[in-house]
């Protein structure tokens, strides 16, 4: 059974403040995502990574930075929060290719 | 880049009714297209996809058809139960990358 976890459910940071989050899954998958999750606007995608330290931007990648050091791990990294990033932040991953994704439960930021 | 939209927003139906729930979207090179459902506080789950050489899949009370033509995709859900009751989400997969765009979202009730 895929298990991909995520460090936070619930984190409250102060504007201006560095916010890291992190994603572990345990099922040697290649691609791993990182969206955010707003209502009415669905998922959008932020970053994902192919492979190790390999990134490509998804829609919405302004204000955010990724570190994927290694194959597990795919860390999301806020360099400066804003209130505007207040969310909920999902990761994800795949083994490759257009497979399914296994979400984590995901982590509610609140930017104050 | 792929745009996906999705009718509608929320849907009430009786316990036994179907529902269905309909994605269009934009680029014809999608070729990709799975269905999320999100239980409340819950992450995402893949309930069924269909790649773009297909027109019509079921697995048990779940079906999903396609028209490349007109590019939409719909869920089908039939005898429905309280249990389905979630949000459900629409992506596409454009390209051969793994960028993944999902729609908004539909929120389906089931009443008994």
């Known amino acids: 059974d895929v298990k991909v976890t995520q460090s936070s459910r619930y984190l409250v940071k102060r504007t201006g403040e560095k916010v890291f989050l992190e994603c572990v899954q345990d099922?040697?998958?290649?691609?791993m995502f990182w969206y955010r999750q707003d209502p009415g606007l669905g998922l959008r995608l932020i970053y994902f990574s192919y492979d190790v330290k390999m990134k490509e931007k998804g829609d919405i990648p302004e204000g955010y930075s990724v570190s994927r050091e290694k194959k597990e791990r795919f860390s999301l990294i806020l360099e400066s929060a804003s209130t505007n990033q207040t969310s909920m932040y999902l990761c994800a991953s795949s083994l490759r290719g257009p497979e399914t994704q296994y979400f984590g439960p995901g982590t509610r930021l609140l930017v104050l | 880049g792929e745009n996906v939209e999705q009718h509608p927003s929320t849907l009430s139906v009786q316990e036994g009714d179907s529902a269905v729930i309909k994605c269009t979207y934009s680029?014809?090179?999608?070729?990709?297209f799975p269905w999320y459902k999100q239980e409340l506080g819950k992450r995402p789950q893949l309930i069924i996809d269909i790649r773009s050489n297909v027109g019509e899949k079921k697995d048990q009370r779940i079906a999903v058809t396609l028209n490349k033509t007109a590019k939409h995709f719909s869920l089908h859900i039939t005898e429905t139960q309280p249990e389905d009751s979630a949000v459900y989400f629409c992506?596409?997969?454009w390209g051969y990358g793994q960028n993944f765009v999902f729609g908004p979202g539909t929120r389906l009730s089931v009443l008994p």
């Open positions: 099922m040697d998958h290649e691609n």
């Open positions: 992506a596409s997969r």
């Open positions: 680029d014809s090179a999608s070729n990709y």
